[in-house]
Structures are given as C-alpha cells and as structure tokens.
C-alpha cells in the first residue's frame, strides 16, 4: 500500500479564528485579574480601619479619651500620647507621668495606592476613613438613585473619602455629597 502525503497544514483562517479566541480569553482573564486585585486592596483597607479601632479602643482605655486628630492624622504617640502618629510607623505613647511605653499598633497600617487614610477625633468619639477604589462596593453610602457618594472634607490622598469607621458612641458624621 502506498499512502501518498496529503499538504498538512492551518489555512489562514484558522489560525486568525484561534488568535482571536486565545485574544478573547486573554481580555477576559486580565480584567478579572484586575478586578481582583482592586477588591483585594478594598478589603485590606477594610481591615486596617478595624484594627486601627481596636488600637484605639485599647488606648481609650488607657487614657479615658481617644487620640486628638488634626489634618487627618493621629495625635497619641510619644510623650503622654500627644505627637503625630504617621502611618506606616509604630503607634505607641508614653504616659505623661512617666512610666513604660505601650505599644498600640506595631505598625501603623497605610495604603499603598497613592490613597492615605484619614482620621477625626473630639477625644470623645472617632471616625477612620479611607478611599475604596470599587465604587460598586456595598459598604460605601449610596444616594437614593444608587450612586456612590463621598464624605465631605475628608482627604484621602487623591480623592475625598468614601469610607468610614466610627466609634461606638459616634457616627460617620461628616457630610455626604455625590461623587
């Protein structure tokens, strides 16, 4: 028996029909992939306001009042808890009297996308807020027509703020205004 050998090969069509499915799969994997990453950063956002509450809950016990803010930033380091805490750095004080150092937080969370968090303090109540880059998500105030608003004087690096912890006597009280 003799076989003769047939051309084996793709036509162009072919090989433009897999380019084009293997690009369609390709666009639906990145921005799956990005959405990932974006909910991601949302939920460590989400989780750094959290425990920066408890640190402060854990300092109000210690001092009757929570930490002063001003400009956004945290003032209860140092010396009887009066000096700028910057974030990324450790939140600690020293009683005023004298005494040991506590430690609140090791480390101070930040974010790390051009976006800081933002800090509101009487002393008698708090509020954290920070930037969430998916405006989809549940947790950010909603109007009536489901658009996704912000808080009002609130600086969170590149945009106001659309996020917020309060403490348990207080509210998220800063005015909300479209986006």
């Known amino acids: 028996m003799n076989f003769k050998m047939k051309n084996q090969g ?3 069509i072919e090989i433009i029909v897999v380019m084009l499915i293997i690009g369609l799969l390709a666009a639906l994997g990145i921005g799956s992939f990005t959405s990932s990453q974006i909910k991601s950063r949302d939920a460590r956002r989400k989780s750094d306001l ?3 509450a408890n640190a402060l809950e854990i300092y109000y016990n210690d001092y009757g009042n929570y930490p002063l803010g001003t400009n956004g930033m945290i003032m209860g380091c140092g010396s009887g808890g009066v000096q700028q805490c910057n974030w990324g750095e450790t ?5 005023a009297g004298g ?3 506590v430690v609140y937080m090791v480390q101070m969370p930040e974010d790390t996308q051009s976006h800081t968090y933002y800090y509101v303090s009487d002393r008698s109540s708090y509020e954290i807020y920070a930037r969430l880059e998916n405006l989809l998500d549940r947790d950010i105030p909603k109007d009536n027509e489901e658009d996704p608003m912000v808080y009002q004087s609130t600086d969170c690096g590149i945009a106001t703020c659309n996020f917020g912890v309060a403490s348990s006597n207080g509210s998220l009280a800063i005015t909300i205004a479209d986006n």
């Open 10 to 12: 793709f036509t162009l």
């Open 91 to 95: 939140f600690s004080a020293t009683p």
């Open 50 to 52: 959290r425990q920066i």
């Open 99 to 101: 005494g040991a150092e």
